[in-house]
């Protein structure tokens, strides 16, 4: 799966651990996030993140 980097404040996400801080699981992949999920770090939209 496809890792992505937050281009404001590089906090990766691993769809292989998900964010557990917002609910979502593992397994999950970018594209299936939901359209409102934001950064866990820096609260930075979906279009700020880039595939790494």
Do not use: I
């Not at 998900?18 to 770090?41: A, I, K, M, N, S």
């Amino acid at each position: 799966m496809e890792k992505y980097e937050c281009t404001v404040c590089r906090w990766l996400y691993d769809p292989e651990t998900g964010d557990e801080e917002t609910g979502v699981p593992r397994g999950t992949t970018f594209y299936d996030l939901p359209d409102d999920w934001v950064c866990p770090q820096c609260e930075a939209s979906k279009d700020e993140f880039e595939r790494v």
